[in-house]
Nanobody, 124 residues
Framework: QVQLVESGGGLVQAGGSLGLSCAAS????????MGWFRQGPGKERAFVAA????????DYADSVKGRFTISRDNAKNTVYLQMNSLKPEDTAVYYC?????????????????WGQGTQVTVSS
């Protein structure tokens, strides 16, 4: 069983930057594909970014490509999401997720473990 704990959310002005972290425990972190999802007010949970188990491959939603960067440190059992040029529409609860399949998959129901989420609010 893998436990995931996100941190780093908060309030930022449009155009600003924010970094999220997700610390994993309870499993062999390097064996999992890691990802970030978000759920805005009144919206379904949506894929944001994913990174393969050895960090050789990444995938991004079109809406964040070029602005967000996902990375991981297997020695620290941590995955990161650096968010730049933030927009009000990026406001959401951001969730960290782990997938044992080692594939980069977007559907949220494909992922095995979830964190509790951290709020990101971008003011205009």
């Amino acid at each position: 069983q893998v436990q995931l704990v996100e941190s780093g959310g908060g309030l930022v002005q449009a155009g600003g930057s924010l970094g999220l972290s997700c610390a994993a425990s309870g499993g062999t972190f390097s064996r999992y594909t890691m990802g970030w999802f978000r759920q805005g007010p009144g919206k379904e949970r949506a894929f944001v970014a994913a990174i393969s188990w050895m960090a050789g491959s990444t995938d991004y939603a079109d809406s964040v490509k070029g602005r967000f960067t996902i990375s991981r440190d297997n020695a620290k059992n941590t995955v990161y999401l650096q968010m730049n040029s933030l927009k009000p529409e990026d406001t959401a609860v951001y969730y960290c997720a782990a997938d044992a399949s080692r594939f980069l998959r977007r559907p949220s129901n494909s992922w095995d473990y979830w964190g509790q989420g951290t709020q990101v609010t971008v003011s205009s």
